[in-house]
């Protein structure tokens, strides 16, 4: 059973950043993407980026020109660069790995951004 383990989410003023890292528990070879999601309070969880095994990336709108979505494939590790953080990208942000039908979590790590 593969685990991804989050780190690098905490406290940070607007304005700041932060910079997330996400690892397999083991080397994973057949991966079609790796992302990061995050969830707000009362809110659905939604889509922040994802990165191809190719390499292609994809990203919200709302964070495109801010964050940056970077793997290691060596590693299974996925990392997020958030700069310019605003207090709306305060929420629980969550690993995703997806083996081309089946999709496996990280237990999230908070951000939280205020003003």
């Known amino acids: 059973q593969v685990q991804l383990v989050e780190s690098g989410g905490g406290l940070v003023q607007a304005g700041g950043s932060l910079r997330l890292s996400c690892a397999a528990s083991?080397?994973?070879?057949?991966?079609?993407?790796m992302g990061w999601y995050r969830q707000a309070p009362g809110k659905q969880r939604e889509l922040v980026a994802t990165i191809l095994s190719g390499g292609s990336t994809n990203y919200a709108d709302s964070v495109k020109g801010r964050f940056t979505i970077s793997r290691d494939n060596a590693k299974t590790t996925v990392y997020l660069q958030m700069n310019s953080l605003k207090p709306e990208d305060t929420a629980v942000y969550y690993c995703?790995?997806?083996?081309?039908?089946?999709?496996?979590w990280g237990q999230g790590t908070q951000v939280t951004v205020s003003s």
């Open positions: 083991r080397r994973i070879f057949s991966i079609r993407a």
């Open positions: 995703n790995l997806d083996l081309s039908g089946l999709a496996i």
